[in-house]
């Protein structure tokens, strides 16, 4: 399953036992980031507040809209609702952001998997705060990612990922939580066998794709990858 996710305020999202949620973060290019949600062809869309103005912009319908709906378009509402869309909304000030309460209904869904758009972008400490919520994702037993119309971030915890794209596209692998053990890195213009990879160090920022795959094995750890598209 994969899913969309919004964080905060103002995101969007689509579950396939697959999800995708849309958030309120800067979403740069609507045409491929369009392509990226119906080429996935999620089981089902849920939008966060105001992501869903990002979906409205896509010309997409959710099957959910999440939070307190002081971000969404208040057009959009009435329109949604003769779309059928169901709604479910909480009140301004409460315990969990609209991101999580998102991540809460696509667990209900069975989702396995939950891609999150419009993370990023806008405020820091919201991008931040995004990327660090894939970890608790990834514990709660869903595959998170983070799509836009530039790059894809995902996480590698103690597996061997062959990574898909485009000779040219850029890697970088950063540590989470802890220093990662037993990092590997193949058909990639640095290459690393079994190395100790520190917690936050830069050393693995902009490594380069080689052919139009790579493979990467963590044998003890949570690794962050980064693939910057090249475009």
């Keep these: 399953m994969k899913l969309l996710n919004h964080l905060e305020k103002m995101q969007v999202s689509k579950v396939m036992k697959s999800e995708s949620l849309a958030l309120n973060g800067i979403v740069n290019d609507y045409n491929k980031t369009k392509e990226i949600i119906e080429k996935e062809n999620y089981d089902y869309i849920i939008g966060a507040d105001g992501g869903c103005n990002h979906l409205n912009a896509m010309g997409i319908v959710p099957n959910y809209i999440i939070g307190d709906l002081d971000s969404i378009n208040k057009s959009l509402i009435e329109y949604y609702e003769s779309k059928n869309v169901t709604f479910k909304k909480f009140p301004t000030h409460k315990d969990q952001t609209d991101s999580e309460i998102?991540?809460?209904?696509?667990?209900?869904?069975?989702?396995?998997?939950?891609?999150?758009?419009?993370?990023?972008?806008?405020r820091i400490d919201h991008a931040l705060a995004n990327i660090g919520f894939m970890y608790y994702?990834?514990?709660?037993?869903?595959?998170?990612?983070?799509?836009?119309?530039?790059?894809?971030?995902?996480?590698?915890h103690n597996d061997t990922k062959i990574i898909k794209g485009k000779k040219g596209d850029t890697i970088s692998i950063l540590a989470l939580k802890k220093d990662v053990l037993g990092v590997t890195l193949k058909k990639l213009e640095y290459p690393?066998?079994?190395?100790?990879?520190?917690?936050?160090?830069p050393l693995g920022i902009s490594n380069v794709m080689l052919e139009d795959e790579c493979e990467i094995t963590v044998e003890d750890g949570y690794l962050l990858v980064i693939r910057n598209l090249n475009i």
């Design 102 to 122: 998102c991540v809460h209904l696509a667990k209900t869904l069975n989702a396995t998997k939950i891609d999150f758009i419009g993370a990023l972008g806008g």
């Design 137 to 156: 994702v990834f514990e709660m037993g869903i595959e998170p990612r983070i799509l836009t119309s530039e790059e894809e971030i995902f996480i590698i």
């Design 192 to 201: 690393l066998n079994n190395a100790r990879v520190s917690y936050l160090s």
